[in-house]
Every structure is written in C-alpha cells, then in structure tokens.
C-alpha cells in the first residue's frame, strides 16, 4: 500500500520505517526540515535500537521523508496522523493534531480517489470522531464515511524497544467511523496475521490507550506507595515485598515441569523514583481533565499522579537525612533520559529532582549515556560530564535516576576513584554492601537490625 505519516517523531518514524520494511510504500512527512533531511540520509535523528539498520535497508528504496504534505498525501491511499499531543493547562493540546488534520483535509480536497484518514497520536476519547473529523471535512468539503474513511489506531510501542514492540505487537487496535475505513486500515497491517486485531469505534480505540497506560501508571505509583510504608516500618525490602506479589498466579504462570512465566505487567510493580516520559504524565493528566470536564470524579488517577508528583521529594529526602543542608554539596546525577535505551527526556524525574536539588543549593552534576539535551533551561547551572568517571569525581553524593546497564557498576567506578559518597539508588539496581552509605528507594535499615537485611 502507499502510506503517508504525518509527524515524524518516535511514533511516526519507528511506524513508517516497520511499514516500509513489511513491504509498503512509505512517505514519512514533518515540519522539521533537519529530521527530513537527516532521515532521506538514512540517518536516524532518535536514538533507538534497530532504527539505523532500518533506515539504511529502506530509505530510497521504499521509505522517504519529506516537508511536502500535500504531495504525501496525493500519492498515497492512507494517512495517519502521528503528531505530539502534549498537556497544557493539565488539558491535552489538540492543536498539532486539528492543523495536521485540516491540512490533510486540504490535500484530499482535489484527490479523486478515496482516501483513508486515521488517528495514531494518543487522543482522548471523541477526538477523532470530533475535532478530526470537523477540521477534515471542512478543509476538504468532502462528508467522512461517504467520501473518505476515518480511522483511530492507537500504538503501544515503548520507546527503548520500539522496533521489536511495532514488528511483534501484542494486539493492533482498529477503530474506525465505519466498516470501509477498518477494513482499509487493517489491510495495513495484513502481515502481523500472527496478533489478535480488535475492531471497535474510534472512541472504544482512543479510551484504549488512556485505559492501558493509566493502568500501568497505576501500578508504578501503587508500588511506590508500598515502597514508602515499607521504608517508614523499616527493615523491610520492597523488592522482597514485590518479588513476593509476583508469584501470585495472578501475575506468574506456572506450567507442571516448566519454569514459572513471570508476566511482563510485573515490571511495573517496581519501588522507583516515578514514572516519565512523553506519555504516562500527560495522558493520565488528559484522562483526569476529560473527567472534570465531565463531572466525573477520578479519585484513583488523581492519587496516581500525586504520588508520581512527590516521587522526587522522596528521593531528595534520602540525601537530606545524610546532609541535611545542601549548599554546595557536591550532588551527581545519573541518568536524564526517562528509561534506559531512549534519548527521550520528557518529564523524566531527572528534572524535578534536579529542581529541588537546585533550590537547596546542591553543586549538581548530571551525566547520561545518551541523553544530551543542550541549553536545556532545566539544567541551568549543571555541569554535563562526559562519562561515567567524570561524573562520579568529587561526588558526595551519587543519585541514580535511570536504570541505565552501565550505572550498574557505579560502585567499581567509586572504587578506582577511591571515593565513598553517599549513594542514592532510585532504582534499586546497586548491591546495597558495596557502599559504605546507601540509601534505597522502599528500604531502610533500622538503626538497631531485628535480623538483617531479608534475603
Ligand atoms: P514527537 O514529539 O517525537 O513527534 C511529533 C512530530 O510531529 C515532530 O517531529 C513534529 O515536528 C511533528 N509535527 C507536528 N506538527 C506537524 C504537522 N502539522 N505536520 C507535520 N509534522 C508535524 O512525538 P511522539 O513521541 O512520536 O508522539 C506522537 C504521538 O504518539 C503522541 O500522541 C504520543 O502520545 C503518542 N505515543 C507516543 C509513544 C512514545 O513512546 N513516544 C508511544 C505511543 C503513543
């Protein structure tokens, strides 16, 4: 099929690039003119594991990027929208999406043949059946479901694992105004014939996504409600604590003769510093305001995100107990992308810990692998290091924000460098004996042990 992408961001070109490799003809399009020109080079302006090999096997051949929308449009038989839907205000920002969807309208105004329009940004519930809908007809005097198709079709794709997670996806959610539109929308994906395809409406396929990611943001906060009784108690591990709520039959398989299949849900029930990124934050934010707009209470989201929110203050608080004034203390930080593998560092907990950090007085420095947002208004007054060993001389104290492999070996860095700071892990990745002062996220050690660390 010939398909058309509009915003060609984390979603937008890890879709098109999959799309393109599954055999269809793909044009990816994008206001950004450097992303255009990086990516007709085959060059991938994200990092993302698999994208570069992608990219080079596809561009030229059946992948191509270009600022041309109307022209992307005409020579194809589908577009999906895959532009930013950010919060402001604690509301969603449909704007990026209205303009991409009037433009499209525009473009389809003189296109004889029918044409298939379709949602992939997350969107709360009515929008593609509103707004989008509203701006395509009027833009291009055609009536959706007569003349042209209007579909929604959610991505679930995690950034880090994103190749893998488009290529082998664990279900394809379809929605669409009418039975045309679906069935156009799902001959896109006629090679996955391996994944279960949910039919559905629009708005059934936009709750879908808010429904899975609020559920996932649930348990990181739940756990991380959990992790701070257990640490207020003292001597108790939140890690046993969970590994303990994974057995349940619940949450493990257990096969006679096999070994037990733990599900992949389990990872969220995880003590952390908070969840981030350019999706959790904003879309059970988007969820709780479309519920206050309806007159519908949302207790259970709103303590989600207010847990989420003073995740950062826990971890703050750990350094404080050791150092309770933090002028000029030397503070690094490891890790400014929100999860391991990404160069994404929206709403990561890097930021409001940084924040608070700041406000206090601490001497920040921050490093990441990957991440290196420069003139950053967040990390005014950081030092950026260059590398691990960079990053950990002369600290006093050593936070650990993302779960990068590499911040694994911070206590042999910390040993070559003869240096024994105190160590903050907001992942619960360290071995907390090879420090000499460690604080935990979900674990205090009682002054006087009743026996020790569990396990
Ligand atoms: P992004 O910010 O990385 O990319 C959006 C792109 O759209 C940008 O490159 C921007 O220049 C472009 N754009 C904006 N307006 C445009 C226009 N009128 N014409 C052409 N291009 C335009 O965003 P993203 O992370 O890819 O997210 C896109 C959507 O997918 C959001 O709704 C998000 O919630 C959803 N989503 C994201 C992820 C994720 O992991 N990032 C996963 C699932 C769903």
């Known amino acids: 099929m010939n398909i058309s992408i509009v915003g060609t961001g984390y979603v937008g070109l890890v879709s ?22 990086l990516i007709n080079s085959a060059q991938a302006p994200i990092h993302e594991l698999g994208l570069p090999e992608l990219l ?34 604690g509301h969603i920002d449909l704007r990026f999406v209205e303009q991409a969807a009037a433009e499209i309208g525009r473009a389809m105004r003189d296109k004889k043949s029918y044409h298939t329009l379709v949602v992939k940004s997350t969107v709360i519930p009515g929008t593609t059946d509103g707004v989008v809908r509203q701006s395509a007809e009027k833009a291009s005097g055609k009536v959706a479901g007569r003349d042209f198709g209007l579909g929604m079709n959610p991505e679930f794709l995690t950034e880090g694992r994103a190749i893998e997670d488009f290529m082998t996806p664990d279900r394809i959610v ?162 400014l992308a929100f999860k391991p593998d990404t160069d994404d560092i929206r709403e990561s907990p890097a930021f409001p810990i940084i ?41 006093q104290v050593v936070m650990l924000v993302t779960r990068w492999q590499q911040f694994e070996d911070v206590a042999g860095e910390l040993a070559k460098l003869g240096l024994n700071p105190l160590v903050v892990d907001g992942r619960r990745v360290l071995d907390e004996s090879a420090f000499k002062c460690y604080e935990g996220i979900g674990w205090r050690r009682l002054a006087t042990p009743h026996a020790g660390r569990p396990s």
Request: with cysteine.
């Open 16 to 37: 098109g690039a999959c799309l393109a490799d599954r055999g269809h003809k793909v044009a990816c399009v994008d206001i950004d003119k450097r992303k255009v020109d």
């Open 56 to 89: 080079k096997r596809n561009v030229g051949a059946r992948l191509s990027a270009t600022t041309d929308l109307a022209a992307a449009v005409t020579g194809s038989d589908i577009t999906f929208i895959a532009v930013g839907t950010p919060a402001i205000d």
């Open 174 to 335: 379809i929605g669409g105004i009418d039975r045309r539109s679906q069935d156009v929308l799902q001959s896109v994906y006629a090679s996955f014939d391996k994944t279960p395809v949910i039919r559905t409406n629009c708005r059934t396929a936009e709750m879908i996504k808010y429904a899975s990611n609020s559920l996932l943001a649930t348990m990181i906060s739940f756990s991380n409600e959990i992790a701070r009784l257990c640490s207020a108690v003292g001597d108790i591990d939140a890690l046993d604590v969970m590994r303990g709520v994974h057995q349940s039959l619940y949450l493990t398989s257990y096969v006679e003769n096999k070994e037990p299949v733990k599900a992949a849900l389990s990872s969220f029930l995880e003590a952390g510093c908070g969840f981030g990124g350019s999706c959790l934050p904003k879309d059970v934010t988007a969820l709780v305001a479309q519920g206050a707009d309806l007159g519908i209470p949302t207790p259970v989201l709103n303590a989600v995100l207010d847990v989420n929110r003073n995740q950062p203050e826990e971890m703050v608080r750990l350094v404080t107990k050791h150092f309770p004034d933090l002028r000029g203390v030397k503070t690094t930080i490891l890790g």
């Open 355 to 395: 924040r608070l950090l700041r406000s206090a007085g601490a001497d920040i420095t921050a490093y990441d692998p990957i991440a290196r947002p420069e003139n950053h208004e967040g990390l005014a007054g950081v030092r950026l290091a260059q590398s691990l060993p960079d990053a950990l001389k002369q600290a």
